[in-house]
């Protein structure tokens, strides 16, 4: 087999029996395309490459962000490891590489204020027209349900009719309950008397119409990308840098926010779907940093003499 064949070997294995995503499953395909491509300039092989050129393609990846760095690695351990367990290779070279170092960072959260402002921007696009009152219903389920956006853009539409928590379907195919304010209830209750305009025609309807929000696309729902850039526009027009703004910058605030409100951290790890709470507990330090923040700024013992 070739580069291009151990590729889509190696990735029908991870979606049929460990249930990768199409999200993770498209990661591998970017990673293990781009290492192949080097290899090819660079006169190598996948069958015949051994640790130090892996060693040196690594060291191509130094001017990416550390996290860039580990999940390309990442890849390539999940890709060797199949190839030495399938008899491919007699060895997996990936074994003694080190992940780079990642250092703690706190996740972008906006403040309350600024979320007022995005509400008040979004109401106003709510007046307006469906495209609008679309927009609005997302903001509020993103901030009122922590949702990752592969999960709300996939959000069936019996999920968002029925009674109750949300039932979402998260990483890995686990399920869980999200919660949903009146807020949320209100602006899907608005959003459900314009869904109509957004169903492609024909046969396309079929599969699109099982979906919150459906999209004439292939995907037959509304895409990331798209629910990007609806941010984005949404962050501009409430004045605020486009940069601080993105769907799962929306699932941090929701996170903190609940923590700076009292929640304790085990239920904020099921609301977020989180399977180490280790994962949740870097909410903790942003709260922290919030408070700390603002004793310095209005504590009048704590401001510089």
């Known amino acids: ?19 990768a995503s199409t999200n993770t499953l498209a990661a591998y395909r970017r990673d293990l395309i781009d290492f192949f491509g080097w290899l090819r300039r ?26 860039t760095q580990a999940r390309k690695l990442s890849s390539l351990r999940q890709f060797f490891g199949f190839l030495y367990a399938e008899g491919i ?7 003694v590489l080190d992940a780079p170092k990642r250092g703690r960072s706190l996740p972008k959260v906006l403040s309350r204020a600024e979320l007022e402002a995005l509400g008040a921007a979004a109401a106003r696009r709510a007046e307006k027209n469906a495209e609008g009152i679309r927009l609005a219903c997302i903001l509020e389920l993103l901030y009122d349900s922590g949702l990752r956006i ?20 998260g990483k890995g195919g686990k399920e869980r309950l999200a919660p949903i304010g009146g807020r949320a209830r209100e602006a899907i209750a608005r959003y459900l008397a314009v869904r109509e305009r957004f169903l492609p025609a024909g046969e396309a309807k079929k599969k699109a119409e099982r979906f919150l929000f459906p999209s004439r696309g292939e995907e037959h729902h509304l895409t990331r990308r798209r629910c990007h850039q609806l941010m984005k526009e949404l962050a501009i027009e409430a004045g605020i840098d486009p940069a601080k703004l993105s769907p799962h910058v929306l699932r941090h605030a929701f996170a903190t926010h609940l923590l700076e409100g009292g929640a304790d951290l085990r239920s904020v790890q099921a609301m977020l779907g989180h399977a180490d709470i280790a994962t949740t507990q870097i909410y903790t330090h942003v709260a922290q940093e919030r408070l700390k923040a603002t004793v310095e700024k209005a504590h009048p013992l704590a401001k510089k003499r």
């Open 1 to 19: 087999m070739n580069g291009a064949d151990l590729i889509e070997t190696f990735l029908d294995m991870m979606g049929a029996e460990r249930g």
């Open 42 to 67: 660079n006169g190598g092989n996948g069958r015949t490459v051994g640790r130090d050129g892996l060693r040196e393609f690594l060291a191509t990846l130094s001017g990416m962000a550390e996290t």
């Open 89 to 95: 290779r007699p060895d997996d070279p990936s074994t």
């Open 150 to 169: 592969t999960e709300l853009v996939t959000l069936p539409l019996t999920a968002a009719k029925a009674q109750g928590p949300l039932m979402v379907r």
